[in-house]
């Protein structure tokens, strides 16, 4: 079982964590990603994205639901679920035709749809610290019978 959990001082340093992450991220990877508004959950995927070899800039989907980026060694694609309200909404806007691309899969705000996952998946959650307003605790673990 993966378990992990880092401490970030910057923006940058979120970015960093994320990036060497995902270097070692398999095709088809699924990641959650819960936080507060603001906590950093935008600029961690912005950091996967680079680790994977995307230069584009990564933008929270929060009306488009998911944005897609496909430039780099692995496609990743980006999902805001705040504004659904169940599973079958993902389901309806295609994701298992995402799932069945090989990329990774980031879903931000998955509190509301984790429970009905049934693929393993990595869980992150970042939380802000009280001693600075850019710190931060990245917690990772792995949510499957093996890895």
């Not at 600029?43 to 584009?56: D, N, V, W």
Request: glycine share 10%; proline share 3%.
């Amino acid at each position: 079982m993966f378990k992990k959990v880092y401490f970030s001082g910057s923006y940058e340093e979120t970015r960093k964590i994320a990036s060497e992450f995902a270097k070692n991220l398999l095709p088809g990877t699924i990641l959650t990603l819960d936080g507060d508004l603001g906590a950093g959950k935008t600029a961690f995927t912005g950091g996967l994205a680079k680790g994977l070899g995307i230069e584009s800039c990564v933008t929270s989907p929060t009306f488009t639901i998911v944005n897609e980026y496909r430039s780099g060694a692995l496609p990743l694609f980006h999902f805001d679920v705040y504004r659904l309200e169940s599973m079958d909404d993902l389901y309806d806007i295609g994701w298992e035709d995402y799932i069945a691309q090989g990329g990774i899969c980031v879903v931000e705000w998955a509190d509301i749809v984790r429970d009905e996952l049934d693929l393993p998946y990595y869980e992150i959650r970042i939380k802000k610290l009280a001693e600075n307003e850019d710190a931060r605790q990245i917690s990772i673990e792995y949510k499957g019978e093996t890895q």
